[in-house]
């Protein structure tokens, strides 16, 4: 089974638009770690934040905002005011603290922002 | 960029030939994990090499090995190679402060692998 879902393959938005990136995890740790990465074109995956599972507290960094919700498994990302560069393949990832050493990463969202 | 590096960039290789590909890992980084990304997909967890020893390995059959030098570079290397082990190959490192710790992994550019 998938520990990591991101149902949305590609999405298209126009530049200055927000977009919301889903992510969906499975767990039956107490205790795990949520990641969010960036792939741009040249391949190197890019860390944007790691969220604990003790900390259910949204965070917003500049144009960047996760939301966490355990009650529904989900640790979703929104990029406010879209801009040509966040043009990118978006991964979130999963650690759990029964396999520590593993990262799970779903399949990612591949984001176009056009001009 | 992160100071984790990989080589070669690109690689290509025939079905049945072996082949190492090396990470270095971040200053101060005492663990490398090995990540396999196939065309389309997120990166699968192939091992991790902690204080030179494997310590975790995906789903992944023994003809992936590693090592993990005192200076904390590793090695991946594939026998016997198939078709389907064309792929982007992606190092992580970590400082690891506890055997059982888990610490945001920073990854390298990748090796990108095609076997013909």
């Known amino acids: 089974a998938q520990k990591v879902t991101q149902a949305q393959t590609e999405i298209s938005v126009v530049e200055k638009e927000d977009v919301t990136l889903d992510c969906v995890y499975e767990t039956r740790d107490t205790t795990y770690y949520l990641f969010w990465y960036k792939q741009p074109p040249s391949g190197e995956l890019v860390f944007l934040i790691r969220?604990?599972?003790?900390?259910?507290q949204n965070e917003i960094s500049g144009r960047y905002s996760w939301n966490f919700q355990k009650s529904t498994s989900s640790f979703n990302f929104t990029i406010t005011a879209s801009q040509v560069v966040d043009s990118a393949v978006y991964f979130c990832a999963l650690s759990e603290a029964s396999t520590g050493n593993q990262f799970y990463f779903g399949t990612g969202t591949s984001l176009t922002v056009i001009p | 960029e992160t100071g984790v590096t990989q080589s070669p960039t690109h690689l290509i290789k025939t079905r049945g030939q072996q082949v190492t590909l090396r990470c270095s890992s971040q200053s101060g980084h005492n663990t490398v994990s090995w990540y396999q990304q196939a065309l389309g997909q997120g990166p699968q967890f192939i091992f991790q090499y902690y204080r030179e020893e494997e310590n975790g390995r995906g789903n992944f059959p023994p003809r992936f090995s590693g090592l993990q030098f005192p200076n904390y570079s590793s090695e991946l290397n594939v026998n016997a190679l198939e078709l389907d082990d064309s792929a982007l190959y992606l190092c992580?490192?970590?400082?690891?402060?506890?055997?059982?710790?888990?610490?945001?992994?920073?990854f390298g550019p990748g090796t990108r692998l095609t076997v013909l």
């Open positions: 992580a490192s970590t400082s690891r402060r506890f055997e059982d710790s888990t610490d945001t992994q920073y």
């Open positions: 969220r604990n599972s003790f900390d259910e």
